[in-house]
């Protein structure tokens, strides 16, 4: 089953598939190119990659999966573990015959795409990680739950619905508005806000033995303005795995990819292009 939507000035065939008893959406611009797996970030959509699937093209194909619980997809046994997301990317790579490919991630999405290379190397052959630590705990992490519990669960309007996530502290709620939808009784978004708390809690942890479990080649791309990843703790990250290019873009936060499309798009495509055919 496919669909198509249109996300700014790119048209995303939508299709689905059966992943480990969870109904998985993940969104494509063209079916040609060398496959990049992207995968989004807490409370992310797929299409947040269209803009970069654009740039990639015609000589990269970014297929981008919405992971369980997140856009379209179904949250299954409401097991949102780091090792859930992993064992649902690696599956749904092996459903399409796919592998190794690069796997590129924002965020909680970079997490699962460098444990995902350090579990199955079959599977990756290089990896681009935004904005994803190898540590996620205090003190050096000092918010690393978002607690979206109090958030509304409807509003009248979609413009309601933005003010009531902006009145709980959120500066622009663009990001979390990509999974608004309108139900019958109003406004709401698609992810759930119990299952969000348990999987970012879940993601609170050290994660140093995955980042530095993989041999592949790395870009790790960081927003020197990021409120999630220390420029310390990016630094060190490619100072102890070998192998790894780290890009620091100015102006930038952690959603360096919605901040400056342009640049972000450019340090991926300048990595892609350093991997052997």
Do not use: K
């Amino acid at each position: 089953m496919t669909s198509a939507e249109t996300h700014g000035e790119t048209v995303l065939t939508e299709h689905f598939a059966n992943v480990r008893g969870v109904r998985l959406a993940w969104f494509e611009a063209r079916q040609t190119g060398v496959p990049v797996l992207a995968l989004h970030g807490h409370f992310g959509r797929g299409r947040a990659f269209a803009a970069l699937a654009e740039s990639l093209a015609p000589r990269h194909r970014v297929i981008a999966l919405e992971q369980r619980g997140h856009g379209h997809s179904g949250r299954g046994d409401g097991d949102f573990s780091p090792d859930a997301y992993v064992a649902d990317a690696a599956d749904f790579l092996r459903g399409l015959g796919l592998g190794p490919v690069v796997v590129l991630g924002h965020s909680m999405g970079g997490v699962t795409a460098f444990r995902l290379a350090a579990r199955h190397p079959d599977l990756v052959r290089a990896l681009i990680v935004e904005d994803g630590g190898a540590f996620n705990r205090r003190p050096d992490i000092p918010h690393p739950v978002l607690d979206v519990r109090g958030w509304p669960r409807r509003a009248p309007t979609l413009a309601a619905l933005r003010r009531a996530i902006e009145a709980q502290g959120i500066p622009d709620a663009g990001y979390f508005l990509e999974s608004a939808v309108e139900h019958p009784d109003g406004w709401g978004l698609l992810f759930d806000h119990d299952d969000m708390m348990a999987s970012q809690q879940a993601l609170v942890g050290d994660w140093w033995a995955d980042w530095l479990g993989s041999r592949c080649p790395a870009l790790l791309v960081h927003g020197l303005d990021s409120f999630v990843l220390p420029t310390a703790m990016a630094r060190e990250m490619a100072a102890r795995r070998p192998g790894t290019v780290l890009r620091e873009l100015p102006g930038c936060g952690h959603w360096a990819h919605d901040d400056d499309p342009a640049a972000f798009a450019a340090a991926v495509r300048e990595f892609l292009d350093t991997l052997e055919p």
